[in-house]
Nanobody, 122 residues
C-alpha cells in the first residue's frame, strides 16, 4: 500500500535551515506529483509547495517563495523540502502528500504522511 514517511523536522533558531525528506513506497513514484503542506496549532492546513512527477514543474506558496525549495529524487523515491531563512511563523507540522496532478489544493492529494514537527525559535 501507499506509504509516505516524513523525516528531518526539529527545533531551529530563526534564520536557520532544515531539510525535510519524504520517503514514498507502494506505488510508481515518478508518475505522481508530490506536495508539502503545513498546519500550525489552531490554524488550517496550508499549501507550501508542489513538484511534478518529473520534477520539471514546481509551485510555492507566496509565504515561502525564495526561502524554500522543493525537489525530488525519483531513483530514491524521495521528495525534499529545503527550508532556509526560517521564521517563527514557519513553525508547524509539515506533511507530504501525493497527487495525480500539480495542484495547491489539499483535496487533490489523497495520500498523506504522518507529519514531522518543525519549530522555529525567535
Amino acid at each position: 500500500q501507499v506509504q509516505l514517511v516524513e523525516s528531518g523536522g526539529g527545533l531551529v533558531q530563526a534564520g536557520g535551515s532544515l531539510r525535510l525528506s519524504c520517503a514514498a513506497s507502494g506505488y510508481i513514484f515518478r508518475i505522481y506529483a508530490m506536495g508539502w503542506f503545513r498546519q500550525a496549532p489552531g490554524k488550517e492546513r496550508e499549501f507550501v509547495a508542489v513538484i511534478s512527477g518529473s520534477g520539471g514543474s514546481t509551485d510555492y506558496a507566496d509565504s515561502v517563495k525564495g526561502r524554500f525549495t522543493i525537489s525530488r529524487d525519483n531513483a530514491k523515491n524521495t521528495v525534499y523540502l529545503q527550508m532556509n531563512s526560517l521564521k517563527p511563523e514557519d513553525t508547524a507540522v509539515y506533511y507530504c502528500a501525493r497527487s495525480p496532478v500539480v495542484s495547491s489544493r489539499s483535496d487533490s492529494f489523497r495520500y498523506w504522511g504522518q507529519g514531522t514537527q518543525v519549530t522555529v525559535s525567535s
